[in-house]
């Protein structure tokens, strides 16, 4: 018996009254019966939608339409302004050692250079951050919400307080430092799984 097609991570462009957003997309196999909700995968700062192809490889085979974009700024979506892009400033082949990368040469070259490509676009996010009341939105979501995050993560020490925040939320430890989409992928493709089909306890 032959095993299921591998789904294809697609790349496209929306076009914005800004500039063009750059997304992947994957559907799921023929053989498979594509589930009624779509899921969309924001990446962090500085990475890009490349952070999240192994998810949706995984997601897109069970059944789930799945899309991810570049935030303006990252990847290959337009910059908010026409500066030139400096190099020269980035020390993000060390930021990233620190930040957990890992032993993977392919991983650690992929995210340098979405750092490097982020020059601005990071900054800008970064203090978008910080300038919203991040606790009021938080408390205002109305959609079931799942926590993950691994223990040797920068925010880390940040996670029992917004467990603490709200007593609906399910909360779940997960490996891989900073990287958990690319270290992790097993981890959190089992709580997540159990999370969108119900059976999560």
């Known amino acids: 018996m032959s095993s299921s097609p591998v789904p294809l991570i697609r790349k496209a462009y929306a076009d914005t009254t800004h500039g063009q957003i750059h997304y992947r997309y994957a559907h799921p196999p023929q053989n498979v019966a594509p589930k009624p909700t779509p899921l969309l995968f924001l990446h962090k700062s500085a990475s890009s939608s490349a952070s ?16 991810a974009p ?27 050692k620190n930040m957990g990368v890992g ?20 900054n800008l996010v970064y203090g978008a951050v910080w300038d919203q009341d991040a606790e009021i939105l938080y408390a205002d979501v109305k959609c079931k919400v799942l926590l993950m ?3 040797d993560d920068v925010l880390w020490k940040y996670f029992d307080h917004v467990k603490d ?30 999370f969108l089909e119900g059976s999560f306890e």
């Not at 990847?75 to 500066?83: N, T």
């Not at 609906?168 to 799984?193: C, P, S, T």
Request: net charge negative.
């Open 165 to 194: 925040l709200r007593s609906d939320v399910r909360a779940v430890e997960v490996a891989g430092g900073n990287f958990e989409l690319d270290r992790d992928v097993e981890g959190i493709e089992k709580y997540w799984i159990e």
């Open 52 to 67: 999240h192809t192994s998810l949706m490889i995984i997601y897109a085979s069970r059944g789930y339409i799945c899309y």
């Open 70 to 96: 570049d935030m303006p700024g990252f990847g290959g979506s337009f910059d908010q302004s026409p500066e030139a892009i400096s190099l020269i400033q980035s020390k993000d082949w060390h930021y990233l």
């Open 149 to 151: 995050c691994a223990r």
């Open 103 to 122: 032993e993977d040469i392919n991983l650690w070259q992929r995210e340098a250079v979405d750092h490097i490509r982020a020059w601005k676009g990071r």
